[in-house]
């Protein structure tokens, strides 16, 4: 397995980020009898820098039982394919579990906290909003990434926030912490993102409702990636 130091690397900006990369967030509920399948061809598809499992019950969590087998089928397959595995909202089972980070919103627990549990060496994203003050915050205590949304309209989660477009540029311009845009991104509206400078891409039902499959939507997502790239003669955002 691919340790969780190299992953961090990654995903904090210590390594020069060139070229956009695709977050893949999991559906809010997975069957583990297809799901590990369908994320390995998504996954051999093309760039796909972490998967953050994210799976919830009606409004809330979903069961520990529940996430603890998923993880236990998941975090092979990812670490095969070099994939981080991020879990959303419990920095305690992601450490217990020995996930490579945890994903911390507004309302969960705070970034010192969930630092403080993973340790050093995991990735700890937090979520911003459209909060340029948030973003600020979490960079300067040492958050790996900063997430802005939603920038469009979403039907995983209700969206408190919408985020501008200008949001992503200004990030870019002034901070090294990497910024992930999430929120209802799909192949055809993801383009104003990437130009803009977001560092990572958080796609759910982009990839998994796409009309030809999640492989085709990580292809397709990576084409644009590199079309832009290319545009911007491989400098990226630094």
């Known amino acids: 397995a691919a340790d969780a130091g190299h992953h961090r690397e990654d995903l904090s900006g210590e390594g020069l980020t060139i ?45 520990e039982t529940v996430i603890r087998k998923a ?19 419990d920095p305690v089972l992601a450490a217990e579990l020995d996930c490579d980070g945890v994903h911390v919103g507004q309302e969960d627990t705070p ?47 209700q969206a408190r926030t919408q985020a501008d477009i200008e949001l992503l540029s200004w990030w870019a311009e002034l901070m090294e912490v990497p910024v992930v845009a999430i929120g209802g991104i799909t192949v055809e509206n993801c383009r104003p993102l990437v130009e803009a400078g977001a560092d990572f891409l958080a796609v759910v039902g982009g990839v998994w409702n796409h009309k030809d499959g999640p492989a085709a939507a990580v292809a397709a997502f990576n084409r644009i990636f590199d079309e832009v790239e290319a545009a911007k003669g491989g400098k990226g955002r630094k």
């Open 19 to 63: 070229r956009t990369r695709l977050y893949l967030v999991t559906p809010p509920e997975i069957d583990l009898a297809a799901f590990p399948d369908q994320l390995s061809r998504a996954l051999e598809a093309g760039d796909v820098a972490c998967l953050q499992l994210r799976l919830k019950t009606g409004d809330g969590p979903a069961d």
């Open 71 to 89: 993880v236990e089928r998941l975090r092979p397959i990812c670490h095969n394919h070099d994939v981080a595995l991020i879990l959303n909202d």
């Open 111 to 157: 970034y010192a906290e969930a630092r403080r549990i993973v340790g050093p060496d995991a990735i700890v994203g937090v979520t911003c909003h459209n909060s340029r003050h948030l973003a600020m915050s979490a960079a300067e205590q040492g958050a790996d990434y900063v997430a802005f949304g939603a920038f469009f309209p979403t039907h995983t989660k």
